[in-house]
């Protein structure tokens, strides 16, 4: 549970990040490894169970 809250406070601090400063072209590619490091961690921990 802990790494949901984590994830979905890192992407509302990076959403209104990229809102304010204008920097969505550059944005998606942060997105992509983000989510690609997510999808490991994930499936990781359900290896462990």
Do not use: C, Q
């Amino acid at each position: 549970m802990r790494k949901v809250i984590v994830t979905l406070l890192t992407a509302t601090i990076y959403l209104l990040f990229s809102v304010f400063t204008g920097l969505w072209a550059v944005s998606w590619i942060i997105w992509v490894f983000y989510g690609g490091y997510m999808l490991v961690e994930l499936f990781r921990d359900g290896e462990n169970k």
